[in-house]
Structures are given as C-alpha cells and as structure tokens.
C-alpha cells in the first residue's frame, strides 16, 4: 500500500504542461516525489528473510505500482501532445526499481539461507 501511496502522490502532485515567463512550457506528468519509493527497498527484503514466498509478495508490491505510475505517466505525456518518443524513458525508474529490489532481496535470501559460521579452533 506504501508503494500505491507514493505512486498517487506523485502523480497528483506533477503539475502537467506549464506557461513559463519566457513563453516556453515546462511539462511535468509525475513529480518528484516518485523517487521516494527507493526508500522503501529494504522492506520486501526485512519482511521476508525467512520464507521467500513473504519476500516475492512484498517486492511485487513495491515494483507493481511503480509499473503503473510509468504508463500512466507515459499516457498523460501522449494525451498532451507532448511525447516525442522519449517518455518511454519514464520506465527506467521502474526497471531501477526492480533490479535494485531484486538484488537486495536476493542477498538477503543468500544470507539468511547460508549462515556464515564462524572458525572452530
């Protein structure tokens, strides 16, 4: 529900095709406060270190509503005229999402399922 939370916020808050004084326009169809769901990467991971299947849930919970926050920010860019073909690039921050989530989770399964034991002797 975090990541759904960050996703509206950002998209709420984007404050779309703008008039600037110097008569140029500034588009903004998601703002900033999209990256904050990177702060929400050590859940999917603290949530889950003992069964995997917790793990997997939580991360297609973080990664998901970030996946519709790109399209509908694409959309919002083809609605207006505005795309050039470059609005695509609104899915990096998913896929960065992703990989990132992916990794951390993945290390956090490595460790908790291959305990580091300590030397005898």
């Known amino acids: 529900m975090l990541s759904v939370a960050v996703a509206a916020l950002a998209l709420g808050t984007a404050s779309g095709v703008t008039l600037l004084e110097s008569g140029d326009y500034r588009t903004e169809f998601i703002s900033g406060w999209w990256w904050l769901a990177f702060l929400m ?3 999917p991971a ?11 849930l ?16 694409v959309g919002r860019y083809r609605a207006s005229g505005w795309n050039d073909g470059l609005e695509v690039l609104s899915f990096i921050h998913p896929v960065l999402l992703t990989l990132a989530t992916v990794a951390i989770c993945g290390l956090v399964a490595f460790v908790s399922h291959h305990p580091v034991q300590a030397p005898s002797g």
């Open 41 to 43: 990467l050590p859940l």
């Open 46 to 56: 603290s949530c889950g270190r003992r069964r995997i299947w917790t793990m997997s």
């Open 58 to 73: 939580a991360a297609i919970a973080l990664v998901v509503p970030q996946f519709v926050a790109a399209a509908v920010c």
